[in-house]
């Protein structure tokens, strides 16, 4: 392979990762956007989505039906998992984050780290602490496509985020929760005083997250083959960075920052080494924060007068 060769490949397998985060990431980005809370618990939630899609996995095997209806058994599958993590996000929200509104930011910053780590072990005493096989869904097929190569499966996680992505830009941009979600990001008081259901609005804003993070999940499990439950830390933190490098905050940016993130990891991985690809996250982290805080399209800021 030529070094174009490479270097498309790498790229192609970094988009492949970068769609994934991208997923993860806009969870970060539409909660703090909202209530400036940096949610530390979603990568978790993440985590348990990649345990639910292997638990109805298990199932539909027992059951005798298996996956080879693939245009019955992939949408179900995605559909009972987003529901499931949309409904861990509600509980989340409602049972730890509702009650500490109004404390001090710290407060509910430490309790998003609690939940963290009762989630890890909670899915480490249901499944155990060693890797766990994702069935594959799909029989691989591979394309060569100018010395790159393509699998089904690569294309097929693409196809899927880039439509959960639109689905949730006509979300936030056409329907009424999601045009009160806006309204809440620009000034909540103001919304409140408005008649939005401030409560409602920021529940659904964490039921969405929480089920774009489950699909990312289970496309996670697909094309790694294995998951663990410390998946939902490092995937987290790498998504979070994904939220800042866009502009923690900024919907659009969340998805650009998880894309970058993951070609840059890919490349990375390429030409220096695999062992060392999770550090570049971080590397590239500590940069935006020294040099642009407010990310590439801007962070949304709480203005007060």
């Keep these: 392979m030529t070094a174009a060769d490479v270097f498309l490949q790498q790229v192609v397998n970094g988009l492949t990762i970068g769609m994934i985060y991208a997923l993860i990431a806009l969870g970060y980005t539409m909660v703090y956007g909202i209530v400036q809370l940096i949610n530390f618990a979603h990568g978790e939630i993440f985590m348990v989505g990649a345990y639910i899609g292997l638990f109805i996995c298990l199932i539909f095997q027992r059951a005798g ?15 009972f998992v987003m529901a499931g993590t949309a409904l861990l996000g509600w509980i989340v929200e409602k049972s730890t984050y509702k009650p500490l509104r109004h404390a001090p930011r710290l407060a509910p910053l430490i309790t998003a780290i609690g939940v963290s780590f009762v989630l890890q072990n909670a899915v480490m005493l249901l499944f155990g602490p060693a ?28 196809v899927i985020s880039i439509s959960l992505m639109a689905a949730l830009h006509f979300f936030i941009q056409y329907t009424t929760t999601g045009k009160a979600m806006r309204a809440l990001a620009d000034d909540i008081k103001a919304a409140s005083l408005m008649g939005i259901n401030v409560d409602r609005v920021i529940a659904m804003a964490f039921c969405v997250g929480s089920a774009l993070a489950g699909a990312g999940g289970v496309l996670f ?37 998880g894309v ?15 062992e060392w690809k999770n550090v570049f996250a971080f590397f590239i982290l500590i940069l935006i924060l020294l040099f642009r805080p407010s990310g590439l399209l801007g962070a949304r800021v709480v203005k007060k007068v």
């Design 260 to 274: 970058l993130i993951g070609v840059l990891e890919g490349l990375g991985a390429g030409y220096l080494s695999s």
């Design 131 to 158: 890797d766990k096989s994702f069935p594959s869904v799909i029989p691989i097929h591979k394309f060569d496509l100018a010395n790159v190569t393509i699998t089904n499966l690569q294309v097929l996680i693409a």
């Design 65 to 79: 039906t298996g996956s080879g209806n693939l245009v019955f058994f992939l949408p179900t599958m995605m559909l």
């Design 221 to 257: 499990g697909l094309y790694y083959s294995t998951i663990n439950f410390h998946d939902g830390y490092l995937a987290g933190l790498k998504a979070f960075t994904a939220a800042v490098l866009g502009g923690i905050g900024n919907i659009p940016g969340a998805m650009i920052g």
